[in-house]
């Protein structure tokens, strides 16, 4: 998951702490936000990602700093250890402009449009032509010809979007998914290419950003259109269709809306979130720890619920996007706190103020 963001700040973390990941220098789980240590003081952050158990924060300076489970050499310190507190990960000579943390592996790009990658290359998601299982320094992407100008990390999977607007995609996650739902049709390549394939489908649009779920991908075009592709399980990729899995993008109905265009566009693991024009939030997909912000669920049809028991989904997922109404902004000097579950600190069902005494200043650029 990642937020992007330019101001003077403090970075603060809270949830769950099992492998150090919020760079508190102790595992203890936090349901308030508190003051990271480490490197990170106050200063400019410029972009912040989270993977399955460490952190990734990017600085003004291009600076990248890490914490949390390190197994796999997903923090690119050279080393297997875990790390408590925020570090410093060595880029010699090399800024970074943007940072986006899978399960256990993590996509760097730098400001010259280069893709590095480390950690577990179990499912070929680091991109690189090598057989290796992991790497625990950061990597160059070589096959990918022209700049980068995004990267994002879905569970098992990667994806970059091109000075161009081109989309690639690689790493393994989502084949067996897919071989699954589309047999006995084959399964397309950049579902099963371990370096980056061209994602077939996007050919007529010009994108300039992507974003990752744990089984879906996500892509947003220069004329403000969404485009999803992947897992379909829990409503998450579109409205106009039952399928459990769309192996080419599909365009999203902007009725929804009220047609405006999408600006910027989020994922969770199972749910997405997106801005339009006007500074309106949508959110649709998986529901059931609050994550959508809303406290009812609406627009599923009895077809579409009936889908929804026939791909054994137990939880509540609305497929159609639907306004969230944000409560708190930058003006108050306070930050929306949604979804729950799992993650502690995260409670409710719809967006809440939380503290100003606990909360780091939220620009409204955040979403």
């Known amino acids: 998951m990642d937020t992007s963001l330019l101001t003077e700040i403090c970075v603060y973390t809270w949830g769950t702490n099992s492998y150090w990941q919020l760079g508190q220098g102790h595992v203890e789980d936090l349901s308030v936000p508190r003051l990271a240590d480490g490197a990170l003081q106050m200063g400019t ?3 912040l ?3 399955g158990g460490h952190s990734a924060v990017v600085s ?6 890490v914490c949390g489970q ?4 997903q923090l690119g310190l050279g080393h297997c250890l875990e790390v408590t ?9 090399q800024r970074v402009a943007h940072v986006s943390c899978g399960w256990d592996f993590t996509l760097v790009l730098t400001d010259h449009g280069q893709v590095l990658t480390c950690g577990s290359n179990a499912y070929g998601q680091l991109g690189v032509s090598e057989p290796i299982p992991h790497s625990v320094v950061l990597l160059p992407i070589q096959s990918v010809r022209e700049p980068v100008i995004r990267v994002a990390a879905g569970l098992r999977h990667s994806l970059t979007v091109t000075a161009t607007g081109s989309v690639y995609q690689w790493g393994m996650g ?6 699954r739902a589309l047999s006995p049709q084959p399964v397309p390549k950049h579902f099963t290419s371990k370096v980056p394939c061209l994602v077939p489908g996007l050919e007529q649009v010009i994108s300039h950003s992507v974003a990752a779920g744990s089984a879906h991908s996500v892509s947003l075009t220069a004329e403000g259109d969404v485009f999803l592709w992947g897992s379909n399980k829990h409503g998450q990729l579109t409205s106009s269709s039952t399928d459990s899995f769309l192996p080419r993008p599909v365009l999203l109905d902007r009725s929804p809306l009220g047609g405006e265009k999408v600006t910027h566009v989020h994922s969770g693991w199972t749910h997405l979130v997106a801005q339009t024009e006007s500074g309106r939030v949508f959110t649709w997909g998986r529901g059931n720890y ?3 912000g809303r406290t009812e669920l609406t627009n599923q049809s009895a077809d579409q619920q009936s889908s929804s028991a026939l791909r054994g989904a137990a939880s509540q997922w609305t497929c159609v996007p639907a306004e969230v109404k944000i409560l708190c902004g930058a003006s108050q000097g306070v930050a929306c706190s949604l979804g729950g579950g799992t993650n502690m600190g995260c409670a409710g069902t719809v967006p809440r103020q939380m503290s100003a005494n606990h909360s780091p200043f939220l620009p409204s650029g955040l979403l």
């Open 290 to 292: 609050g994550q959508l």
């Open 174 to 179: 989502l084949s067996g998914q897919a071989k």
């Open 60 to 65: 003004e300076k291009g600076e990248l700093l």
């Open 85 to 93: 507190t925020f570090q410093l990960c060595p880029l010699i000579g």
């Open 70 to 73: 390190n197994h796999r050499g």
């Open 45 to 47: 952050v410029r972009q």
């Open 49 to 51: 990602s989270g993977g």
